[in-house]
C-alpha cells in the first residue's frame, strides 16, 4: 500500500493493482471504497491493501471507475460482476454505464429471456429502474433490471388483466374476480420479495364489493385508477391511493356506454383527465372517452357505432392519447394509423386513418395479434406481428423497425427504465431492447 | 433374502444446501461485535476496515442477514445504556459537555458502525424494509440516553435553567447549548419539539406572564413597550443563536401573547401615557413601537386604530362645535388643515402609512367636519383669504400644496353643493373687484375641484372666467370705436353672464350724469355688436376710483364702490346734504345707503364726510358734509364697505334656501333617471339609490326626496303601485 502522491495499491485476490485515491473517490462516500478512505478509517498498513475478491471483476469495475465505461470480458458472467459491484457497492454505477438514455431509432436487442409459463402472456410492464414484470395467466413474473427473477406473484392465482409498476419496489396487480369469495381484484406487491401489501377495496354505498379489474393507470399525483366490474352494476372506473390504499372515488358508467369492461387507461396530466378505452371484441363497438374526476364529467367522447358499415375493416384495436397533438392516435387489425382530433366533439369527428396501410392483409400469420401503441418522449411505437415499427415527427414517419426471428408475434410490449421489453406469444420468450451507451467522442 | 433387504433399504434424499458451519455465523458476529466495541472504546486504530466489511458482507450472503442486525442493536444498547450511566454520574455543570462528548463519540462510532455494515443496510435492511443502521442508530441513543428516566427531566431542566439565566442577564455557554439543543434536532422534528421545543415554550410563556405583569404595574406605556420590545429582539436572537430556525415563530407568539395581546387594552389606555397621549404630544418613537408590536397580535391594530379614532371625533368635535373657535373663519380652517398635518406626520412616521390608518383618518374628519354646517362656507372663506392676499410672497409649489389640502378638506364634505354656492359668490367678488392675487392659483383650484366632482360642477365658475376675458376685449373695442372718450371718465364694463354668477337682485340707482352718459354709449355700442341681448346694471357690484380736492388742496385719489361714488358725487354741488336728500338723489335702498354712508362717515381715518351729529349708526335725520380737515398719509385711499366677512344670520338663512331650492330639480332628476331605468322601485330601494347617486355632490335629506316624489307624482312621472302602496311605477 502505498500513499505517496495518492497512489494507492491494492492486492485484490492474489492480483496487484495500482490506482489513485482521485480515481477511486468517483465511487462515493456510499461505497467500500468511499468508506475505506474515510478518516474515520486508519488506513496505515505498510503493505498492500488486501481485498479477497475476484481480480478479474475487479479490473472491469476499477476501469468503471477510471472511464465512466462499462466493458464486460467475454469470461466474466454478468451474475459474477454484478455480485461483485454489490460488494463494492458499486452497483449504482454499473446500471448507469449498462445502457444509454432511450432512443427509439438507437435500439439493439441486448437479450432474449426465456420463461417457463405455461401459457401465452398477458401483458409485459417496464418497471422504472430497468426490471419488467410479465403476467401469465394467473401469475406474473417480476424482473429486476438485472433480469435476475424474483419470486412470482399472484392474486388469489386469479386471471390476471393487468399490471403496473408504482415505483421500482411496488406492483399493483388487477385480476378477475372469483364468484362469492371476494377473491382477486386489485392487490400491491412487494416487487423483491413478491408479498402482497394490501388489497385495494372497493365499496359501494358503505358495502365492500368483490369486483373484477380490468386495465390500470397511475397519475402523478399517488391515485389509481382502473375498470371495475362488480356483481351489479357497479360499472365504472374505480380510484385509490397509492399511499393509504384507499378508494378515493368512482365514476359509474351511463347507460349505452362502456367504462368498466375498458381495455385501456391512459392519465393525461395536463388535461387532469383520464382517457378510457374499450375496444373491440370485449364490446360490440369501440368506446373512447376523456373523464374529468373534479365534477364527475365525461368531457369527451367518440364511438365508432354507425361508422362500421363503409369499412369493415377499420376496427380500432388500441388507442392512446397524445396531449401535445391533441389528439388520440388509433391502430387497426393490419397496423394503419388513425388519428381522432381531441379539440372536436368526438361524437361527430371520425378517425383520419392514415394512408400508410402496409398490405399485410395476405401474409398474415397463423396467430396474429392484436396491435399495440406506445408513446415515449415523441416517438410512436406500434407493435404488428412480429416487429414493431417506431414512428418519428409531426406527421409519424416510419423511421425504425425492430424485429428478431423467432419466438412468433409480439403481443404486447412495454416502454421504461430507458429499455424496451417484448412480449412474444409462442415460446414463452421477452426481449429486452436498449440504446447503446452514448460514443466515445 | 439379501435383496428382500435392500428393497428395504431407505434411500435418503441427497442434500442439496450447503449448510454453512453455524459457528461460523457466530465466530464472524464476535470478530464484528468486538469490533464494535473497540470502536465505541476509541480504539479503533488497529481494525481493519475490509476485515469487517468482508466479514459483514459474509454474513449476509450467508442469510445471517437478521443476526447481524439484532446483534448490532443489542451492542450498540448496552454501549448506550453504559454511557447514560456515565452521563448520569456527570456533576452540576459538566453533565451537558458530558452529553455533548458522548453524543459525539457516538455519531463517530455509528458513521463506522454504518460503513461496516454498508452492505447490510443496501441489501438485508432494503428488501426487509427495516430501519436502516443511521437512524436505528440515532433512535437507540433517542432512547437509550435522551429518554432514559435519570437523564430526561435532568437535561431539560437544565437547558431551560440556562436559558432563563440568558433572560435575566448571566452569560452562557451559548456554543455548547448550540450542540445539546442540535442533538435534539438530529434526532428528528418530533424529539425536538416534544423533548425540548414544547416545555421551553410553556416555561417561556410562564416567564413572560410573570414578567409583563411586573412591568405593568410599575412602568409607564412607552417603557413597557420598549421592553417588550427588547425581549422580542432577544428571543429572536436566541433563536438564531442555537434553536432551531422554525422555532422562531413560536417563541415570538409566546412573547407577543404574554406581554401584548394580554394587555393591549391596558396599554392603551394607560393614564398620561398611553395611545392619546402619546397622540397629544407627537411621541413619534413609541407610537411607532405601538404599531409594530401590536401589529403582531390578533386585533392589536384595530385596537389602536379604534382608540385613535374616537380620540380624533372627540377632539375634532370639539374643535368645529366651539363657538369660540368658529368665530374666525381662516383660523378655523387652519386649525383644521394643522390637525390633519400633524395625523398624516404620525401615520407617515409612526404608522407605516397604513391604508387602514389612512381610512380611519379620513373617516373621521369627514364624521366632525360634517358636524358643524357651516363648515362649506369656512372653507370657501379660507380659499378666498388665502387667494385674497394669503398667497403674495409664496411659490408656486407651495401655493399647490395649500390648494391640495384644502381640497382634502373638500373632499370629506357632504354638502359639496353648499360649498359651491358660496365659492361662486367669493369666487364672483374676487373677480369683480379684481382682488385675486393669482389667476393660475383660481384657474388651479378650478382645475382640482372638477377632476373632484366633475364638469358640471365648475362650468359655471369657469363661465365666470371667460365673461372677465370677453369684457376685456369688449372694453378695448369700445374706446377703440369711441376716441372721444379718451377725455373724461373712464367706464370700465364687465359682462357678466346670467346664470353663471351669483343671482343678485339689480339694484337701481341713479347715477351721476357724466357716469350715465358713459353708459348709455357703451350700452349702444355693446347692443350694436351683439344682437338680442339684454344688459342691465349691476350697480351694487362696482367700485370707482374718484379724485377728491380737500379744504386745504389735499388730493386723493378715492377707490369707492359705485353707490359710495354717486353719494360723493353729489357733494360736488352742495356742501351739506340731509340723509333724505342723498336718498332721494341716488334712489339707493335703504340698506345699502346707510351701510354706504357708515362707511364714508364713520370708519376712523377714512371719513372723507362728517356726519352730523356724530355717531356711529346712521339716522333717517342725519345730514352730512364734506370733511375737509380729512388727511391721510397715503394719495390713494381704498374706502371700504362695511360688509360682514361672515354672513350675518338672514343672509345664511337665504343661501341655505337658495340651496335647497337647487337641490329639489337634482333630487328630481335623480328619481327620474332612477325609475326610467328600473321602471318599479320600493320606497327605500328609491332613497337608498337616489341617496348614493347624489352623494358626490350633497346627502339628501329622505323627508325631502319624499316630498319630491309626491311631486312627481302629482305630475305624472310616477304613480303608486295600486295594490302595494310602497311601490312606486314610471310612466313613460
Redesign the interface.
Given at each position: 500500500m502505498g500513499l505517496s502522491n495518492d497512489r494507492i495499491r491494492f492486492n485484490v485476490g492474489g492480483r496487484i493493482f495500482e490506482t489513485t485515491a482521485t480515481t477511486l473517490a468517483n465511487a462515493g462516500r456510499g461505497s467500500f471504497f468511499g468508506a475505506l478512505f474515510d478518516e474515520n478509517w486508519n488506513l496505515s498498513q505498510p503493505e498492500d491493501l488486501f481485498i479477497d475478491r475476484n481480480p478479474d471483476c475487479f479490473a472491469v469495475l476499477l476501469d468503471l471507475l477510471r472511464t465512466g465505461d462499462l466493458n464486460i470480458p467475454p469470461n466474466i458472467p454478468e451474475r459474477l460482476l454484478h455480485k461483485e459491484a454489490m460488494f463494492y457497492g458499486l452497483i449504482d454505477h454499473l446500471r448507469t454505464a449498462k445502457w444509454g438514455p432511450f432512443d427509439g431509432n438507437r435500439l439493439h436487442l441486448s437479450r432474449s429471456v426465456t420463461g417457463i409459463a405455461p401459457g401465452d402472456g398477458t401483458a409485459i410492464r417496464a418497471g422504472p429502474d430497468g426490471g419488467c414484470c410479465v403476467a401469465h395467466g394467473s401469475v406474473v413474473h417480476v424482473f429486476d433490471w438485472m433480469l435476475e427473477e424474483h419470486p412470482t406473484i399472484n392474486l388469489d392465482y386469479q386471471r390476471v388483466n393487468d399490471v403496473g409498476w408504482i415505483d421500482s419496489g411496488n406492483i399493483v396487480l388487477s385480476a378477475c374476480e372469483r364468484l362469492g369469495r371476494g377473491d382477486g381484484g386489485m392487490g400491491l406487491f412487494s416487487s423483491s420479495s413478491g408479498e402482497l401489501r394490501y388489497k385495494f377495496q372497493v365499496s359501494h354505498d358503505n358495502q365492500i364489493k368483490s369486483y373484477s379489474a380490468g386495465a390500470l393507470s397511475f397519475s402523478p399525483d399517488s391515485k389509481i385508477f382502473t375498470s371495475c366490474k362488480g356483481r351489479s352494476n357497479e360499472y365504472g372506473i374505480g380510484v385509490w391511493d397509492q399511499i393509504t390504499g384507499k378508494q378515493l372515488d368512482f365514476f359509474y358508467e351511463s347507460p349505452g356506454w362502456s367504462l368498466g369492461d375498458a381495455d385501456k387507461l391512459q392519465w393525461l396530466s395536463g388535461k387532469n383527465c383520464l382517457l378510457v378505452a374499450t375496444l373491440f371484441p370485449r364490446k360490440d363497438n369501440c368506446y373512447i372517452s376523456l373523464l374529468d374526476f373534479r365534477d364527475k364529467n365525461m368531457v369527451w367522447s367518440w364511438s365508432d357505432i354507425g361508422f362500421l358499415a363503409t369499412a369493415e375493416e377499420k376496427r380500432v384495436r388500441d388507442a392512446i392519447a397524445m396531449e401535445e397533438s391533441n389528439s388520440i392516435c388509433v391502430v387497426n387489425e393490419f397496423e394503419d394509423l388513425g388519428f381522432i382530433d381531441m379539440r372536436m366533439d368526438g361524437g361527430g369527428s371520425s378517425v383520419r386513418w392514415s394512408s400508410r396501410s402496409r398490405l399485410m392483409k395476405s401474409k398474415m400469420p397463423d396467430e396474429p395479434c392484436y396491435p399495440k401503441l406506445a408513446l415515449h418522449e415523441g416517438q410512436l411505437f406500434s407493435s404488428m406481428n412480429d416487429s414493431i415499427s417506431v414512428f418519428c415527427g409531426s406527421d409519424w414517419v416510419l423511421t425504425s423497425r425492430l424485429k428478431r426471428s423467432y419466438g412468433g408475434s409480439i403481443c404486447d410490449f412495454s416502454i421504461g427504465g430507458d429499455r424496451l421489453f417484448a412480449l412474444h406469444s409462442e415460446e414463452n420468450v421477452f426481449d429486452v431492447w436498449e440504446t447503446l451507451p452514448p460514443p466515445i467522442i | 433374502m439379501s435383496n428382500q433387504k435392500k428393497r428395504n433399504f431407505q434411500i435418503e434424499a441427497f442434500k442439496h444446501r450447503v449448510v454453512v458451519d453455524p459457528k461460523y455465523a457466530d465466530k464472524t458476529w464476535q470478530i464484528l461485535e468486538r469490533a464494535i466495541h473497540q470502536i465505541y472504546n476509541q480504539d479503533?486504530?488497529?481494525?481493519?476496515?475490509?476485515e469487517l466489511?468482508?466479514n459483514a458482507?459474509n454474513m449476509v450472503l450467508h442469510k445471517f442477514g437478521e443476526k447481524l442486525y439484532t446483534g448490532f442493536i443489542a451492542t450498540m444498547t448496552s454501549h448506550l445504556k453504559e454511557k447514560s450511566k456515565l452521563i448520569e454520574a456527570a456533576q452540576g455543570g459538566s453533565f451537558l459537555e458530558e452529553i455533548n462528548k458522548k453524543w459525539n463519540e457516538h455519531n463517530?462510532a455509528l458513521?463506522?458502525i454504518r460503513?461496516?455494515l454498508?452492505?447490510m443496510d443496501?441489501?438485508y435492511i432494503?428488501?426487509t424494509k427495516k430501519t436502516h443502521v443511521h437512524p436505528m442508530g440515532l433512535n437507540l441513543w433517542r432512547d437509550n440516553v435522551v429518554h432514559f428516566t435519570k437523564i430526561h427531566t435532568r437535561l431539560l431542566n437544565t437547558l431551560l435553567d440556562l436559558v432563563q439565566k440568558e433572560r435575566t442577564g448571566e452569560v452562557i455557554d451559548r456554543g455548547l447549548m448550540r450542540n445539546v439543543i442540535k442533538m435534539f434536532m438530529d434526532l428528528g422534528e418530533s424529539v425536538y419539539q416534544e423533548d425540548f421545543e414544547k416545555p421551553f415554550l410553556d416555561a417561556s410563556s410562564e416567564f413572560y406572564k410573570v414578567e409583563s405583569q411586573e412591568f405593568i404595574e410599575s412602568c409607564d406605556c412607552g417603557d413597557y413597550l420598549k421592553k417588550a420590545e427588547k425581549r422580542l429582539t432577544e428571543e429572536i436572537e436566541r433563536v438564531a443563536h442555537y434553536l432551531d430556525a422554525k422555532s422562531e415563530e413560536k417563541i415570538t407568539s409566546v412573547v407577543e401573547k404574554e406581554m401584548i395581546a394580554n394587555h393591549m387594552q391596558r396599554l392603551v389606555h394607560m393614564e398620561n401615557s398611553g395611545l392619546v397621549n402619546m397622540l397629544l404630544n407627537d411621541k413619534y418613537d413609541d407610537l411607532g413601537r405601538m404599531y409594530n408590536l401590536f401589529r403582531r397580535v390578533t386585533n392589536g391594530l384595530v385596537t389602536v386604530r379604534d382608540v385613535m379614532t374616537s380620540h380624533l371625533r372627540e377632539m375634532g368635535k370639539q374643535l368645529v362645535t366651539d363657538p369660540e373657535k368658529s368665530k374666525d373663519p381662516v383660523e378655523f380652517v387652519q386649525r383644521l388643515l394643522d390637525e390633519r398635518d400633524k395625523y398624516d406626520k404620525i401615520i407617515s412616521t409612526a404608522f407605516g402609512n397604513d391604508k387602514t390608518f389612512q381610512n380611519a383618518l379620513n373617516s373621521s374628519f369627514e364624521y366632525f367636519i360634517n358636524l358643524n354646517a357651516r363648515s362649506p362656507e369656512f372653507i370657501s372663506l379660507f380659499v378666498d383669504d388665502k387667494l385674497r392676499k394669503g398667497l403674495k410672497g409664496i411659490a408656486d409649489v407651495d401655493v399647490e400644496v395649500i390648494l391640495d389640502k384644502v381640497m382634502m378638506l373638500f373632499r370629506y364634505l357632504q354638502e359639496k353643493d353648499v360649498f359651491e354656492k358660496y365659492y361662486k359668490q367669493h369666487l364672483a367678488k374676487r373677480l369683480l373687484s379684481g382682488k385675486t392675487v393669482s389667476d393660475e392659483a383660481e384657474r388651479s383650484l378650478i382645475v382640482k375641484l372638477k377632476t373632484e366632482c366633475g364638469y358640471q360642477f365648475t362650468s359655471k365658475l369657469e363661465g365666470m372666467f371667460t365673461d372677465m376675458k370677453t369684457s376685456e376685449d369688449t372694453m378695448r373695442g369700445f374706446y377703440g370705436s369711441h376716441p372721444e372718450l379718451s377725455e373724461g371718465p373712464t367706464l370700465i364694463v364687465q359682462v357678466l353672464t346670467t346664470g353663471s354668477w351669483p343671482t343678485q337682485p339689480a339694484v337701481p340707482c341713479n347715477l351721476p350724469a357724466e357716469v350715465s352718459v358713459l353708459c348709455e354709449k357703451f350700452r349702444s355700442y355693446y347692443l350694436g355688436t351683439h344682437t338680442g341681448r339684454r344688459l342691465s346694471w349691476q350697480t351694487n357690484m362696482g367700485t370707482a376710483d374718484i379724485k377728491a380736492i380737500f379744504g386745504k388742496g389735499q388730493k386723493h385719489e378715492l377707490n369707492v364702490s359705485t353707490f359710495q361714488m354717486c353719494v360723493l358725487m353729489l357733494f360736488n354741488n352742495s356742501d351739506r346734504l340731509s340723509y333724505k336728500e342723498i336718498e332721494q338723489a341716488t334712489e339707493i335702498p335703504a340698506a345699502d345707503l346707510k351701510r354706504c354712508l357708515q362707511s364714508l362717515a364713520c370708519v376712523k381715518g377714512k371719513n372723507v364726510i362728517k356726519k352730523e351729529p356724530m355717531s356711529k349708526d346712521i339716522g333717517e335725520e342725519d345730514s352730512f358734509v364734506v370733511n375737509d380737515k380729512f388727511t391721510s398719509k397715503f394719495y390713494k385711499v381704498k374706502i371700504g364697505t362695511v360688509v360682514a366677512q361672515k354672513e350675518t344670520e338672514p343672509e345664511k338663512q337665504e343661501t341655505r334656501q337658495r340651496v335647497e331650492e337647487d337641490r329639489k330639480p337634482q333630487i328630481e332628476a335623480a328619481i327620474v333617471r332612477i325609475m326610467k331605468s328600473r321602471k318599479i322601485l320600493d320606497h327605500n330601494n328609491i332613497i337608498a339609490e337616489v341617496t348614493k347617486q347624489l352623494q358626490p355632490r350633497f346627502l339628501a335629506n329622505p323627508t325631502e326626496i319624499k316630498k319630491r316624489i309626491e311631486s312627481l307624482i302629482e305630475r305624472d312621472f310616477l304613480e303608486r303601485d295600486s295594490t302595494d302602496r310602497k311601490l312606486y311605477r314610471y310612466l313613460a
Open positions: - | 479503533a486504530s488497529g481494525l481493519s476496515f475490509e466489511y468482508r458482507y463517530k458513521e463506522m460503513d461496516i454498508m452492505y443496501r441489501t432494503e428488501s
